[in-house]
């Protein structure tokens, strides 16, 4: 089970740190974050691999954005700073077997979602 948290209101420029929980066996796992806008697609935005050695960024979000990971606590962070309107969406953790897993990776296990909403 994965549950996020961290979600809410901001204003653009500002900052929100989202964690994700995980429960049960998640060991050798890589994480990632996904969101959806309103009336569109999910997108990937971000993973991280087991080991936390190697991270993946969507190109809208590449220096903004920061993926971490806390193997002891079972918990994933994204830390989003510089937030845009377009950000503005619900916020997806997933769970993938693989121990190295990109926007192309197949995710087995995902959260219900947290929002974010960023005001202009």
């Known amino acids: 089970q994965l549950i996020e948290s961290g979600g809410g209101s901001v204003q653009a420029g500002g900052s929100l740190r989202l964690s994700c929980a995980a429960s049960?066996?998640?060991?050798?796992?890589?994480m990632g974050w996904f969101r959806q806008a309103p009336g569109k697609e999910r997108w990937f935005v971000a993973s991280?691999?087991?080991?936390?050695?190697?991270?993946f960024y969507a190109d809208s979000v590449k220096g903004r954005f920061t993926i971490s990971r806390d193997n002891a606590k079972n918990t994933v962070y994204l830390q989003m700073n510089s937030l845009k309107p377009e950000d503005t969406a619900v916020y997806y953790c997933?769970?993938?077997?693989?121990?190295?897993?990109?926007?192309?990776?197949?995710?087995?296990?995902w959260g219900q979602g947290t929002q974010v909403t960023v005001s202009s």
């Open positions: 991280i691999s087991w080991s936390g050695g190697s991270t």
């Open positions: 049960g066996r998640t060991f050798g796992y890589a």
């Open positions: 997933a769970a993938s077997k693989a121990s190295v897993a990109g926007a192309g990776g197949r995710y087995d296990y």
